[in-house]
């Protein structure tokens, strides 16, 4: 049972101290170790468990006064990993916060932490960023945690876990973490054979049931992709985001069944963009453009999602782009104007949409 507090007024809230420990696995970071150890230099405690850099990793931490410990996992799972590194933060700690070493806490954390930490919280809910975002908007993310009651599963896309009767997690509605992505790491590619493994443990693992097809989806593992999808899709009381997302991936590798999947994604979650913007563009292809301006003006009424599923930038005008052009196809030119023109203020830069609304406006 999960009981949830939400902090919405920090400036009233009394400060109690708390002690506080980073903790990470880390190999060969040697480029993040700088802005990592530092925007984490007011913890208690910083401790890394190094899985065998040869960069000077723990060299270079330890110079920035990282409390930094060698260790060993083979086989190679993460979550074994990220125990080993829980298991060296200290007993008395209170508040431990999982921060790998492409991610960084932004300035105020401690003080935002500490206020909406309570005598009974076990687990914090806060905003996560990825630092390519056009938008501050995060994602909520909870690896904010008590020193004891958790433990970290599953061999890949690991996540801390409750192993008390109950937990109380408070919820802080601020932006908290950032990560600047690095997708060339190595160890990315270990990936789709620990997910094998982590379905197998268990197969009704909804998200890892997920991110297993979506893995040989990219690996442009087609058929054995098309089976992990359905049987996803089969689990109950799957995330709907995932599910339509699901959904989304069959269409894009089932070209004779596109339109169908597309339809059952958006079924799943109308208010989701990228699905709609996937059939704007099936549609376009076809030149059906009753459906195409049907499909152009839902995507304008949909939104971000606010979870790692979101893909479209913000400044994104593509549905304005191509709901302009199907509406001057209908001759619906008043509304395609109207469209292009806002198209044009979102991609100031984009010839082609500046040139369509000089011609729109001019006929």
């Given at each position: 049972?999960?009981?949830?507090?939400?902090?919405?007024?920090?400036?009233?809230?009394?400060?109690?101290?708390?002690?506080?420990?980073v903790?990470?696995?880390?190999?060969?970071?040697?480029?993040h170790?700088?802005?990592?150890?530092?925007?984490?230099?007011?913890?208690d405690?910083?401790?890394?468990?190094?899985?065998?850099?040869?960069?000077?990793?723990?060299?270079?931490?330890?110079?920035?006064?990282?409390?930094?410990?060698?260790?060993?996992?083979?086989?190679?799972?993460?979550?074994?990993?990220?125990?080993?590194?829980?298991?060296?933060?200290?007993?008395?700690?209170?508040?431990?916060?999982?921060?790998?070493?492409?991610?960084?806490?932004m300035?105020?954390?401690?003080?935002?932490?500490?206020?909406?930490?309570?005598?009974?919280t076990?687990?914090?809910?806060?905003?996560?960023?990825?630092?390519?975002?056009?938008?501050?908007?995060?994602?909520?993310?909870?690896?904010?945690?008590?020193?004891?009651?958790?433990?970290?599963?599953?061999?890949?896309h690991?996540?801390?876990?409750?192993?008390?009767?109950?937990e109380?997690?408070?919820?802080?509605?601020?932006?908290?973490?950032?990560?600047?992505?690095?997708?060339?790491?190595?160890s990315?590619?270990?990936?789709?054979?620990?997910?094998?493994?982590?379905?197998?443990?268990?197969?009704?693992?909804?998200?890892?049931?997920?991110?297993?097809?979506?893995?040989?989806?990219?690996?442009?593992?087609?058929?054995?992709?098309?089976?992990?999808?359905?049987?996803?899709?089969?689990?109950?009381?799957?995330?709907?985001?995932?599910?339509?997302?699901?959904?989304?991936?069959?269409?894009?590798?089932?070209?004779?069944?596109?339109?169908?999947?597309?339809?059952?994604?958006?079924?799943?979650?109308?208010?989701?963009?990228?699905?709609?913007?996937?059939?704007?563009?099936?549609?376009?292809?076809?030149?059906?453009?009753?459906?195409?301006?049907?499909?152009?003006?839902?995507?304008?009424?949909?939104?971000?999602?606010?979870?790692y599923?979101?893909?479209?930038?913000?400044?994104?005008?593509?549905?304005?782009?191509?709901?302009?052009?199907?509406?001057?196809h209908?001759?619906?030119?008043?509304?395609?104007?109207?469209?292009?023109?806002?198209?044009?203020?979102?991609?100031?830069?984009?010839?082609?949409?500046?040139?369509?609304?000089?011609?729109?406006?001019?006929?």
């Open positions: 049972m999960t009981i949830f507090m939400i902090i919405t007024d920090l400036s009233a809230i009394i400060i109690t101290m708390k002690t506080t420990c903790y990470t696995i880390a190999l060969n970071e040697i480029d170790c700088e802005r990592w150890a530092n925007s984490c230099l007011q913890a405690y910083r401790i890394v468990a190094d899985t065998g850099s040869t960069d000077g990793t723990p060299e270079k931490l330890r110079s920035l006064g990282v409390t930094v410990y060698d260790i060993t996992q083979n086989p190679w799972r993460f979550d074994h990993a990220r125990n080993q590194a829980l298991a060296l933060c200290p007993d008395d700690v209170d508040i431990c916060i999982s921060l790998d070493m492409d991610e960084y806490l300035d105020g954390w401690r003080p935002a932490i500490e206020s909406a930490w309570q005598n009974d076990t687990r914090l809910a806060y905003k996560y960023v990825f630092d390519a975002n056009t938008s501050m908007a995060g994602f909520w993310v909870n690896k904010i945690h008590s020193r004891h009651g958790y433990t970290w599963r599953r061999p890949v690991e996540t801390i876990f409750c192993t008390m009767d109950s109380r997690e408070a919820v802080i509605d601020c932006n908290l973490i950032l990560q600047k992505q690095d997708l060339h790491k190595s990315r590619g270990n990936y789709l054979p620990l997910l094998a493994i982590a379905h197998q443990e268990d197969p009704q693992d909804g998200q890892i049931a997920f991110w297993y097809a979506r893995d040989l989806v990219n690996a442009g593992d087609v058929d054995r992709a098309k089976i992990a999808l359905r049987e996803f899709l089969d689990i109950p009381n799957t995330w709907v985001m995932e599910r339509n997302e699901s959904y989304r991936l069959l269409a894009q590798i089932s070209p004779d069944q596109s339109e169908q999947y597309l339809l059952k994604a958006i079924a799943e979650s109308t208010t989701r963009r990228e699905p709609w913007l996937d059939l704007v563009k099936l549609y376009y292809q076809r030149q059906d453009w009753l459906n195409c301006a049907w499909s152009s003006l839902c995507g304008i009424n949909a939104r971000k999602t606010n979870t599923l979101d893909y479209l930038q913000d400044n994104s005008g593509e549905f304005y782009d191509y709901g302009s052009i199907s509406c001057w209908l001759d619906w030119k008043t509304k395609a104007r109207e469209l292009v023109q806002q198209a044009a203020e979102l991609v100031p830069h984009d010839t082609r949409i500046q040139n369509n609304r000089n011609f729109m406006v001019g006929n």
